[in-house]
């Protein structure tokens, strides 16, 4: 496949996202009000809203989530948008991802100049039972949910795949939640913002309360292997190798590349966008990588003319903590079957050589999963704006990348967004 | 707002859909494969499909109706077209129209020259009652279905505010379905293709091979009247006045300007897009117009540089009876208020002097939801290249324009061809 370039360039000018959590009571139209208006406040020279032109929305299942379809023009409308063209874009988990796609490709076609992107996802209304099942709807109805399969146990396949494969041990899985949650706690954003080491602290002091057996972890890694502390969700896939289950919204502007200076003097410029798709998982030659990955990073490497050595920042999708480490290699950051190595050294951690999911990824800071592919947007803008705060790269990082899954890879957007 | 010109002008190169009706045992993967290879048939010149880029599908609620999310990706396998991005598009029952706009912005954005739009749905496999309350996912769920309305109320509220405001009677609504059913008695791929006055004889036999008493009705519209044959739905509106639940797809193919004769001596260029969103119909300043509609017509007459009297075919939303009547004044074709007399004077008929809907529109062609305003494209396809049979226009018509609603004009999408 030819990688063309887009007619025009697309800059990045504003950021903004909910918090991701449980909130009961907000409607998703409700929280993307909230990301919004931090968007704005992040443009510092300011605008006048009124000048977006057209809004794409990314929502997996607000049809079955919130019983509310059609949601695109009502969030037009919250924000005072209307009558500008609304469209809600749909690829399972990648629908945020997917949506930034659709922004770039508009302004790109010269129609549009001022594009807003939102991602908005309302899970936590339905009783759990009816998640796991609105979830399933983005794996293959004919395929591979008859096969008894849910969510985890699909990324559980992929595990055990990996473990056969590579000699990785279940334990290594564990270790990129604990990094998750070590980097999601210097993030106000995340949904659990708490490192292990605070949970184990906390559930040793509960049981003190209660008058029950105070448990003696002998570290963070003791408790994450401990059953009863952290329950087997699909084996080896434990509660902390799972994200969770979450609310929130996010949100970013989008502007042709000559009028990003007018908004902010830190504009990022998108300059490489990859999309690809695949069928489920039955029909596919490996566990153990994504070919839709693979090939979308393919197609955004090209564009940007970049290469993986030349990222300082990356967002990867962890839905479940092995999605990460497939992903570190689909994107070429280490080599296949390196990847579980590269966490057990320490190297995807906030001071190792490849930061990986600085904000917590989607297992700390949560997965409201049409709003997380522009979330991760968010941690780039802040990461190479240098606006990170306590879990600031150093360096000054100028490359930034967003990799966002659908299903069990069905789909997957790559975004590379430069500093310049 | 400033209407810019795309970056690079879009051809239609293809077109093909699958027979709209009630299919037991397909899904709508099924139905997009059938779309998808008489679009593959359509192209006179030929091509290899591998060379398609990407896959927009246009799907309200294939989550709620087939339990399948994430159905692009699953659409573009099952024509053999993974890994090409497959993005859903979904604007309710306008997700047809916005794939179509999708579409033609990823072409003119320079990233792709070769584009397949979708649309897809797969309606009747669930009981009636929940068909109609997965539609009314389309509506607002916290403003407009908490008042007790359903879309056959929704459109019976516009149908009454007309009727007040305009002085047209019941009747004219009939009219409307009369005449779509003429003209869908001409469409071998129609749902419901019989004449009313084959329906009405239809019914005489049926009554007689049961030994009931024989209706004597004087001609169509005695029937139409007649609260046994054509049962009141939602006041003003009966059953004739409604579009059917329908199982569908359609599929067209895109291409630059510069390629389209590559593909076919015949290609129609897409010269005029438009979309608009509004709020929910609680708050809008009328009921007898909708402003997206107006707004989206605006934007794709401007942009074509035509006016309403320029165009020869059209194609618009009757998802009920009143909701042709108001498109055709939205759309600028007659003065507010005089829809209904132009309707009464034969003058949308095929052969009068503003012919609508010769496919039958939606009342007798079918409505699958996502799909429908891809199957609007095809008649226009259609018409414009003399291919229209029995039911083809006179006088070589050479500007096509189709008026594809979602909810209650929450979003509309307005695009014309032309044959050069």
Known sequence: MTIRKLSRG????????????????????????????????????????????????????????????HTAPIMADWVGLTPRPATRIEDACASGGAALRQGVLAIASGLYDIVLVGGIEKMTDLPIERVTDTLATAADALYEVPAGFTFPGLYAAMATAYMAEYGAAPDVFLKVGYKNHENGALNPKAQFGQRIADIMEARKKSAAKKGLPIPEW????????DERANPTIAWPLRLYDCSPVSD???????????????????????????????????????????????????????????????IDVVEVHDCFTIAE?????????????????????????????????????????????GASGVGQVIEIWKQLRGEAGERQLPGNPR??????????GQTCVVHIFERR
């Open 218 to 225: 002998a570290d963070e890694m003791a408790f994450l292997n």
């Open 10 to 69: 697309v800059a990045l000018v504003g950021a903004g996202m909910s918090k991701f959590g449980a909130f009961p009571g907000q409607s998703s139209r409700d929280l993307f009000v909230e990301a919004f208006q931090e968007m704005l406040a992040s443009v510092e020279k300011g605008f006048d809203p009124k000048e977006i032109e057209a809004l794409f929305i990314g929502n997996f299942s607000s049809d079955l989530f919130e019983n509310q379809g």
């Open 399 to 408: 490359l930034g990348l967003t990799h966002n899954v659908g299903g069990t």
């Open 325 to 369: 480490i497939i992903a570190t290699e689909d994107l070429g950051f280490f080599e296949p079957g390196q990847g579980w190595r590269a966490v057990a050294e320490g190297k995807t951690a906030r001071g190792g050589e490849r930061p990986i999911n600085t904000s917590g990824g989607l297992k700390s800071k949560g997965h409201p999963v």
């Open 248 to 310: 929130g919204a996010a949100a970013v502007l989008l502007v042709s590349e000559d009028l990003a200076r007018r908004f902010t003097d830190t504009p990022l410029y998108v300059i490489g966008s990859g999309q690809a798709s695949d069928g489920a998982i039955h029909d596919r030659p490996t566990l153990t990588s994504l070919p839709s990955a693979k090939k979308a990073a393919e197609m955004a490497y090209q564009m940007a003319g970049v290469k993986p050595a030349d």
